[in-house]
């Protein structure tokens, strides 16, 4: 493993769920932390903005997109729209206009119904934008939104959009679709429902490519959905649940797209009306078609390719359909680009028709809850009694054991000392702040490995010290510090000092813009046994410490976020980053797409060190720290012993990392091949389990 590293990129990196924000990250990477834990733009999210009432980004506004939307290429890190820039409410049509077309970022709130003047005007989106309604107030009637050549990173969602409809149903005249794209790249095109256009609901055209369309319902239209028309094949299009319904034809029709993965879409023709379906899913040209557990209702023709087209089909069902239903050739795996979760196709049907098209709250989606589509309950924390309770863990506690949907504990600013623990029978639970800041709630404590119980029955010990602790699968944190502020200057007489802020000791946890922030053992990832599995995945954070502060045995993804190295107690710097004692056979503590950095001295930490918990020599720890900017504190010898046992023996690797504290491949700093890294990647540490927002 200790092959030179090849500068060669590839066109696509099979990296999943890539929702950090990344304009922010390259700021974050040359800047030390500073003790106001400056984050990820928020500074310009909570300044004052304009059309109607300047706000913060509402927690649904900083969403980044999954499929191939979610895709690094053509120099775009994924799509995440205007999370960088200023949040506008608009209800007027030139105030939509004039920030939708703006140079810079903007999340654009639309909360009432705007008619477009003259009829099928489309407004020219600009790159870098969220467009999304409130509630189910945002509609658009009579016209629609454009994305032309290299216009890029734009969310559409939540939308109502209708009504450009000019009394001719196979429209050859009127080009009025709701949303149009011509060389397009990174969109995402999400929860909004459309109908009732003249020509098309969605053109995606001229080579746009890296898309994805999730979640909408396209209705009483003659052509839904149109991909291609262009010789080049360069299209890669996600669609995914979908509700198609009383649509002619395009369904979608998929032109020379070189990949085009159409997932759990619900596509139905209804008896007894003046609209017949002449085809549904139409593969044409060259495209590669992977077609997976979708259902077809009533539909004529089903399932179509041309002769040069290719189609895998896998769990469709097919009810009262008639004439064509074609499969052929090679598809593609859609896993190595991203990763996926496929509902059952017995359950399509009534997850999109409670679960498509714009909602009253975008938070409680169906994307985001259980699979029957049942909407969250919402738990509120208030320290000055205006919530439903004063502190997280009384919250916590009302959650019902064993409950079978999500549960959402949102909590209002300010901080909560006191410790917080989600058992094992409470899943689904998500904690998030509602501040404009991460920083505006914090829950911390100050309980050490060495602090006796107030009960006399000895320490806390080190996963005992958590002022957080996290038991139960599917656990969801969001917007909020996390910490552990146990003064070791003063406490010098205690025998341990580690002190954890937040441990886990479960599956599918997911973690999104939050600070987890300590000393020594700031997080520990752990599972519920050593034979169990426990994934972690973290984006959009920062994570604090000094000594050993990232680390045991769970399969963990830190991505898109900062790791901020700290002084110890007495001032000096030395430390290491990461301590894993991964499991045979498991994967460890990947670090991908990050920044370490901090106000330390330079070549004093090193990235890892092996922890074989209690000396058992089964263990077989791994970090990989691969795409991140390492600042000048990181050591040229980056690894390191821990307690007898040597980091050689185990697995420590780096690929393609930057900045002053990367280096050259030796046999003291082991490189992955570009082979070995395709093997490396998040969805591989995440396999099955795709995070989304809740």
Same mark, same amino acid.
């Given at each position: ?10 066109? %696509?990196? %099979? ?343 714009? %909602? ?45 949907s999500r549960v959402v504990i949102s909590v209002k600013p300010g901080t909560y000392r006191e410790l917080v623990k989600v058992p ?196 077989d720890p791994q970090t990989t720290v691969r795409d991140t900017t390492l600042s000048a504190a990181i050591r040229t010898t980056p ?29 003291? %700093? ?25």
């Amino acid at each position: 493993m200790s092959e030179i590293r090849s500068t060669v990129r590839h066109r %696509r990196r %099979r990296t999943a769920l890539t929702v950090g924000i990344p304009l922010a990250l390259t700021a974050a990477g040359t800047m030390a932390y500073g003790a106001d834990a400056g984050v990820f733009g928020e500074a310009a999210r909570s300044t004052a903005a304009a059309a109607t009432a300047a706000s913060a980004a509402p927690a649904w506004a900083t969403a980044t997109a999954d499929g191939f939307a979610s895709v690094n290429a053509l120099g775009q890190n994924g799509t995440y729209g205007g999370r960088d820039g200023k949040t506008v409410t608009v209800k007027t049509l030139a105030d939509l206009e004039k920030y939708a077309t703006a140079a810079e970022p903007y999340v654009i709130v639309v909360a009432a119904t705007i008619t477009m003047d003259p009829v099928g005007k489309e407004i020219k989106v600009a790159s870098d934008k969220t467009i999304v309604g409130s509630g189910t107030s945002g509609q658009i009637v009579g016209g629609g939104f454009f994305l032309g050549s290299g216009v890029h990173n734009v969310i559409i969602r939540n939308l109502t959009i209708r009504d450009a409809y000019q009394g001719i149903w196979n429209d050859k005249e009127h080009d009025f679709d709701a949303i149009q794209m011509d060389g397009a790249h990174h969109v995402w095109i999400d929860h909004n429902d459309l109908r009732n256009m003249a020509d098309g609901l969605i053109d995606v055209r001229k080579d746009s490519t890296y898309v994805t369309v999730s979640w909408n319902k396209l209705s009483n239209d003659n052509k839904a959905f149109g991909i291609g028309w262009t010789d080049n094949v360069v299209t890669d299009i996600t669609i995914h649940h979908n509700w198609i319904r009383e649509t002619e034809q395009r369904n979608p029709s998929t032109d020379n797209a070189a990949h085009a993965h159409l997932y759990n879409n619900f596509l139905e023709d209804v008896a007894g009306t003046t609209i017949k379906s002449s085809y549904g899913n139409y593969s044409r040209g060259a495209t590669k078609m992977l077609l997976e557990n979708s259902w077809f209702q009533g539909m004529n023709n089903p399932v179509i390719k041309d002769s040069t087209a290719t189609i895998v089909q896998k769990g469709n069902t097919f009810v009262s359909t008639t004439g064509r239903n074609e499969s052929g050739g090679t598809a593609f795996d859609a896993k190595t680009y991203y990763p996926y979760t496929l509902d059952k196709t017995a359950d399509v049907p009534a997850l999109l028709k409670s679960g498509a098209g714009p %909602r009253s709250s975008i938070g409680t989606t169906a994307t985001t809850t259980s699979a029957t589509g049942a909407a969250a309950t919402t738990l509120t924390v208030a320290k000055d009694g205006s919530g439903q309770y004063t502190t997280v863990q009384a919250a916590v506690n009302a959650v019902p054991a064993n409950n079978a949907s999500r549960v959402v504990i949102s909590v209002k600013p300010g901080t909560y000392r006191e410790l917080v623990k989600v058992p094992a029978n409470k899943p689904h639970v998500t904690i998030q702040g509602t501040g404009a800041s991460r920083k505006d709630t914090v829950i911390v404590y100050n309980n050490a490995s060495g602090t006796p119980k107030p009960d006399g029955s000895g320490t806390y010990g080190t996963g005992g010290s958590a002022s957080v602790a996290v038991e139960a699968d599917d656990f969801q944190a969001r917007n909020l510090t996390i910490s552990n502020d146990f003064d070791e200057a003063r406490n010098q007489n205690l025998s341990g000092h580690q002190a954890v802020a937040l441990r886990t000791a479960a599956d599918k946890v997911f973690l999104d813009g939050v600070i987890v922030s300590g000393d020594q053992d700031t997080l520990l990832v752990d599972t519920a046994a050593k034979d169990r599995l426990g994934r972690v995945y973290m984006t959009n954070s920062y994570v604090i410490g000094n000594v050993d502060f990232i680390f045991g045995r769970a399969t963990t993804v830190i991505d898109k976020s900062v790791i901020t190295l700290k002084k110890r107690w007495d001032g000096s710097s030395a430390g290491y980053v990461t301590a894993p004692s991964t499991a045979a056979n498991r994967k460890g503590i990947l670090i991908a797409n990050s920044t370490v950095n901090g106000d330390v001295s330079d070549r004093t930490f090193y990235l890892g060190r092996p922890w074989h918990a209690g000396g058992d020599a089964s263990l077989d720890p791994q970090t990989t720290v691969r795409d991140t900017t390492l600042s000048a504190a990181i050591r040229t010898t980056p690894w390191t012993d821990m307690s007898g046992f040597s980091w050689k023996d185990d697995r420590f690797a780096e690929y393609r990392n930057s900045g002053p504290g990367a280096g050259a491949a030796s046999s003291d %700093r082991p490189q992955l091949t570009d082979a070995q890294a395709t093997g490396q990647e998040i969805a591989d540490w995440l396999g099955d389990w795709t995070p989304k927002a809740s």
